[in-house]
């Protein structure tokens, strides 16, 4: 049987259904169907200024360069202050175990609704992503909302500040362990939003991703941090960091040898 004739303009726009049907199957949305409780508003305390960084941390943005930062010359940097654009960047030095301090500041022109505002993020090893947003009376969803684990787990409160107004991050991360390309221990973040606390110890559940559910993957216990550009000029000022994985590292094998040692005790009988 002879194949019909397909002309130029059937085939582009079969080809274009194709495209669009494909694009669409790749961007389906993945929703958890967990119910969240709207977290409630409150009001955080008045910005006080920068947070100096204690003695023992790692400065990664102090005002003048981007140098510490894989694709930081896309950024845009003008009174000590680095505006995103054009790509994500993500730290040269990769990181386990940290605290870490950053200080951003949504637009102060309000434009787009929802994810469409102030949207930025912090990924932690690249991949559990705390979210940046201006969340000021600005609706959308619970577990996208800003200082939300994305995806995962709401924040407690909603701490947001006006757009425009300098807010910051301190976030406290304990990294996941693997062991033979298994997962031992999940990943655990403890988040301050503007002093506020709005994430408690939340066990993270795999890879924050806005189109898949969250899974675990094996990988290296450092990996770098990452900013994201997400289309909206969100500025960052002041962002270090504390590495605290051989402190946690060493710690861990304390409590494990203090065990055995216990295992090992000779039991004493009970006295009559």
């Not at 969240?36 to 003695?55: L, Q």
């Not at 500025?235 to 861990?252: G, K, P, Y």
Request: aromatic residues 8%; charged residues 20%.
């Amino acid at each position: 049987m002879r194949a019909l004739p397909i002309g130029s303009k059937t085939l582009g726009l079969l080809v274009l259904a194709l495209t669009i049907t494909s694009a669409a199957t790749i961007a389906k949305e993945y929703l958890s169907g967990i119910v969240w409780e709207e977290p409630p508003v409150v009001t955080p305390p008045a910005d006080a200024g920068s947070t100096p960084p204690p003695e023992d941390a790692i400065v990664l943005f102090g005002g003048d360069n981007l140098d510490a930062w894989e694709g930081g010359n896309a950024w845009t940097i003008a009174d000590g202050v680095a505006t995103a654009a054009k790509r994500d960047i993500s730290t040269k030095s990769g990181f386990g175990d940290c605290q870490l301090h950053l200080e951003w500041a949504s637009p102060d022109k309000v434009s787009g609704s929802g994810q469409g505002r102030g949207n930025s993020g912090v990924f932690l090893m690249g991949r559990y992503e705390i979210q940046i947003l201006d969340s000021y009376q600005n609706s959308t969803y619970f577990d996208g909302q800003c200082g939300a684990l994305y995806k995962q787990r709401p924040p407690l409160v909603n701490a947001s500040r006006k757009p425009g107004e300098w807010q910051s991050f301190d976030i406290f991360f304990r990294a996941p362990r693997f062991r033979h390309g298994k997962l031992e221990t999940p990943g655990q973040v403890t988040v301050l939003h503007n002093g506020v606390l709005v994430q408690n110890n939340t066990e993270i559940l795999g890879d924050t991703a806005w189109d898949a559910a969250p899974s675990y993957q094996a990988h290296p216990v450092r990996l770098p941090i990452r900013l994201q550009f997400h289309g909206n000029p969100v500025r960052f000022r002041n962002i270090w960091i504390r590495d605290l994985m051989e402190r946690e590292d060493a710690n861990t094998a304390s409590v494990a040898r203090r065990l055995a040692e216990r295992e090992n005790e000779p039991v004493e009988a009970p006295e009559e």
